[in-house]
């Protein structure tokens, strides 16, 4: 066996009963060329602080509980790997842009709220009868929103966002991509009801079209195209509602 | 349960859009001509500027148009990215920000306008 590595992880700590504000703490950690940084936050919890406190499940990009600042960058812990950094220090902290619970773990409260409020779901267009049977799709109608179903909600998107940084009330990438993936589906028929959403105060006019949220996606989702797509929603709906026989939604 | 209200953004954003692409399409041609081929002669006659050339440009209803467009679009779209820009260093979306940007360009609208009606035709 060859001679064990040593990685040095530097980890933003907070623990809510003790600190007054978050501190950094260096650990030395033998690893081997398998590990992800994931991995080498676990043997800091199971070999020198049990007290390490941070949020992870599937270990294979598909949960997003493990979303972490990672030499600055907003990174899911399980898909990069140690040796990628080595022998350079790494850096762990909590996401941008979050309040901290502690250690690396968030609240992601604030996040749930706006998920409620782009109505997540199938708004159907015309409702079906179990009798009438299943609702047909095309494979055409499928793909126009298949990739913004893959968004596993990690959050990297917000971390990224310079505008969730300056204005926490911003719907936000991760929330927009959703509301666009329901809205383009032909099954739905809620693009109205999300669209005061979408419109708002809060939503997509607040994006500076920075694109850092599609950068840092690890699903390729894409959200900021999302949320720019719906600009031209938006500002459709602003102008054509004068124009609609009902008067329009609001 | 939370309520929205509706941005006015669309005016801001679609002007910022027009001026955005009258400045890629119109924009470093404008500034080859103005600050380039004219003053050192390149292309172009020393005079194609002279003041008697550029005020006929200006009373042809063509020339009049597109100078109006060029000023107005051009100046909403520097003023959203301002407008922006300025909420990025710390002076964030208000009366003052709104003033100091959409404020000037609603200003440089009304002088354009002004300016190329009074010029004639």
């Known amino acids: 066996m060859s001679e064990q590595k040593i990685i040095e992880i530097e980890i933003l700590r907070y623990l809510p009963e003790s600190d007054q504000e978050p501190r950094s703490e260096i650990y030395k950690v033998p690893f081997t060329d398998d590990m992800s940084v994931l991995q080498g936050v676990q043997y800091i919890k199971d070999n020198f602080d049990g007290s390490l406190t941070f949020r992870w499940s599937c270990r294979m990009a598909i949960c997003g509980s493990c979303g972490m600042m990672i030499n600055g960058i907003p990174k899911l812990a399980c898909e990069n790997f140690i040796r990628d950094y080595y022998p350079k220090r790494i850096t762990v902290e909590a996401l941008n842009n979050f309040p901290i619970e502690k250690d690396l773990v968030v609240d992601l409260s604030g996040f749930i709220e706006k998920l409620e409020a782009i109505q997540p779901y199938i708004i159907p267009k015309e409702p079906r009868t179990v009798e009438q049977g299943e609702y047909i799709q095309t494979p055409a109608q499928f793909s126009e929103y298949i990739q913004f179903t893959s968004c596993i909600n990690c959050t990297l998107c917000y971390a990224a966002c310079p505008q969730v940084g300056l204005d926490p009330d911003f719907i936000g990438p991760g929330a927009m991509a959703l509301l666009y993936r329901y809205n383009r589906d032909s099954r739905d028929g809620g693009e109205a009801q999300r669209m005061e959403v979408a419109a708002s105060t809060e939503g997509v006019f607040v994006c500076g079209a920075t694109g850092y949220c599609s950068e840092v996606c690890p699903k390729k989702v894409d959200p900021g195209n999302a949320v720019n797509v719906n600009k031209i929603n938006a500002a459709k709906d602003y102008f054509l509602r004068f124009l609609s026989p009902k008067g329009g939604a609001k | ?121």
């Open chain 2, 1 to 121: 349960m939370k309520t929205y209200k509706r941005s006015n953004a669309p005016i801001f954003w679609l002007l910022f859009g027009a001026g955005g692409m009258m400045a890629a399409l119109f924009g470093p041609i404008m500034v080859f001509i103005t600050g380039i081929a004219v003053p050192i002669g390149l292309l172009l006659p020393a005079d194609a500027m002279s003041y008697p050339k550029m005020l006929a440009f200006a009373q042809n209803f063509i020339g009049k148009g597109f100078l109006f467009v060029a000023i107005f679009l051009f100046a909403w779209h520097s003023a959203h990215r301002i407008f922006h820009s300025l909420h990025d260093v710390g002076i964030h979306r208000g009366v003052l920000a709104k003033a100091l940007t959409y404020g000037v360009a609603a200003v440089v609208t009304v002088i354009a306008a002004v300016n190329l009606w009074v010029i004639g035709f």
